[in-house]
């Protein structure tokens, strides 16, 4: 199947940094990439669809200036938490959109570990 | 918008039963229901889907049934074994073109007892 990949897989940052997670689609295109968030015990909740070449979608209640989204390819799209503090401490999770004979399909990441001190 | 409800929270069974996780939805015009099975501190991997034209998929010791009418589908897994503990998401997609967003449901943890 397919694969996509995070980096980092975790990252701990004082608070008031800014850091960067990269998704990459390694062996297919992705025009639209999701970014998620899960809390502990908690569900995944989508933050963004960020379209190749285009500005992301925010769901509702996403702070589009906190939580900047670049698809500058078909293969990369990165998620910067800007100004970070502890509450935004979580496990964040991008997906790729792929075509799977007819039809699309998500494929999940492993997963960033936030951690924010 | 789309709202998935999923039951039960937690779900303990003896190796070699069977598990049953239930979900509903809300919108009607959700079309493609995966379910997702996620391991301590990874991602969700996708076990098994269906779309609203079959009404039942199985895929070895995994099966989903959707019943559109009453807006619910279920994950049957038989013959359990202890590599089948870990939390199970279920989701539901309304497939409009250039609107593919799932909506998650709450989870399931299932445990396997040996």
């Known amino acids: 199947g397919a694969v996509v990949s995070q980096h980092p897989s975790w990252v701990i940052c004082k608070s008031g940094t800014s850091v960067k997670i990269e998704c990459r689609s390694l062996d297919f295109q992705a025009t639209t990439m999701f970014w998620y968030r899960q809390f502990p015990k908690q569900s995944l909740m989508l933050m963004a669809t960020?379209?190749?070449?285009?500005?992301?979608?925010?769901e509702q209640g996403v702070e589009k200036d906190k939580f900047l989204i670049n698809h500058a390819s078909l293969t990369l799209s990165t998620l910067t938490v800007t100004s970070a503090h502890p509450e935004d401490s979580s496990f964040y999770i991008c997906?790729?959109?792929?075509?799977?004979?007819?039809?699309?399909?998500?494929?999940f990441g492993p997963g960033t570990r936030l951690t924010v001190l | 918008g789309e709202n998935v409800e999923q039951h039960p929270s937690t779900l303990s069974v003896q190796e070699g039963d069977s598990a049953v996780i239930k979900c509903t939805y809300s919108d009607s015009a959700s079309n493609y229901f995966p379910w997702y099975k996620q391991e301590l501190g990874k991602g969700p991997q996708l076990i098994i889907d269906i779309r609203s034209n079959v009404g039942e998929k199985k895929d070895q010791r995994i099966a989903v049934t959707l019943n559109k009418t009453a807006k619910h589908f279920s994950l049957h897994i038989t013959e359990t074994q202890p590599e089948d503990s870990a939390v199970y998401f279920c989701a539901a997609q309304e497939s409009n073109f250039g609107n593919e967003k799932l909506t998650f449901g709450t989870g399931t943890r299932l445990t396997i007892i040996p």
């Open positions: 997906s790729a959109l792929g075509l799977v004979g007819r039809v699309d399909e998500q494929f």
């Open positions: 960020s379209n190749e070449g285009s500005k992301a979608t925010y």
